[in-house]
């Protein structure tokens, strides 16, 4: 739903509340409604949402301006992109599990260390596309990455279908950097996950009632339980 859409509709709403309220107080009739009243308190709604609007407006091109872009990482162009218009109505929870940190002969401490440091975590998203495109993808087959900083990386993006034909019509991808078949990814990735959704919802690009779609293979056991005993993602707020 487009922003006028969603405005028009709140002034009729408070419109109606509004004749509602007077109806039942007795101030007014269906014939001799006091106009004026119900507009000045409609417009007050409508103005309301503006408001409202253009904060989440602003935390999101906070958010984006943060997000570390493609060309940061080093990414390949991709061997073909298909846009998506449609408004995603799942979002698929990955993990990277340990298989990033063994291209690198990584283990244990110095895969934890890695995973908490911007430079070698652009490395290992570079070496993830690189298998992905290797694997016969077209590119790297997340559209985004979180890593345990709450650092946000780039994948396939927004607007951009994603690497599974049974799910060309979802944000399929958005991945936590890392293993979670033990433990929990921590507060400050769930909550830069959290505000992309948000920014995706606001954008009309995610569906205010979407879908969350993992397994504890893809998502990683630990990671999987904390959704199903959340309902969700378990943030702060």
């Known amino acids: 739903m487009n922003i006028a859409k969603m405005l028009a509709i709140r002034v009729l709403f408070c419109s109606v509340l509004v004749m509602?309220?007077?109806?039942?107080?007795?101030?007014?009739?269906?014939?001799?409604?006091?106009?004026?009243?119900?507009?000045a308190v409609a417009a007050k709604c409508y103005?309301?949402?503006?408001?409202?609007?253009?904060?989440?407006?602003k935390f999101c091109e906070d958010v984006t301006k943060a997000t570390i872009k493609r060309e940061e990482w080093q990414a390949i162009e991709p061997r073909y992109v298909k846009p998506v218009n449609d408004i995603a109505n799942e979002v698929i929870f990955w993990h990277t599990g340990s298989e990033t940190c063994r291209m690198f002969g990584l283990s244990?401490?110095?895969?934890?260390?890695c995973i908490q440091d911007e430079h070698c975590l652009k490395k290992r998203i570079s070496a993830i596309q690189?298998?992905?495109l290797s694997g016969g993808m077209d590119?790297?087959?997340?559209?985004?990455?979180?890593?345990?900083?709450?650092v946000i990386y780039e994948g396939r993006g927004w607007g951009v279908a994603g690497a599974e034909a049974d799910h060309l019509n979802a944000v399929s991808m958005v991945s936590m950097i890392g293993d979670f078949h033990k433990k929990e990814p921590n507060q400050a990735s769930l909550n830069a996950l959290k505000n992309l959704i948000t920014c995706g919802q606001s954008s009309d690009i995610i569906s205010e009632d979407f879908d969350i779609s993992t397994t504890p293979e893809i998502s990683g056991e630990a990671f999987f339980a904390m959704i199903r005993r959340c309902n969700g993602l378990c943030t702060d707020d």
């Not at 039942?24 to 106009?35: K, L, N, P, T, V």
């Not at 590119?139 to 979180?146: A, C, N, S, V």
């Open 20 to 39: 509602a309220i007077l109806l039942q107080q007795g101030e007014a009739s269906w014939i001799r409604i006091r106009w004026p009243t119900v507009i």
């Open 130 to 132: 690189n298998a992905d």
């Open 47 to 57: 103005l309301a949402g503006c408001f409202s609007r253009h904060q989440i407006g």
């Open 139 to 150: 590119d790297i087959k997340y559209h985004f990455l979180i890593g345990q900083d709450g």
């Open 108 to 113: 244990g401490y110095n895969c934890q260390k």
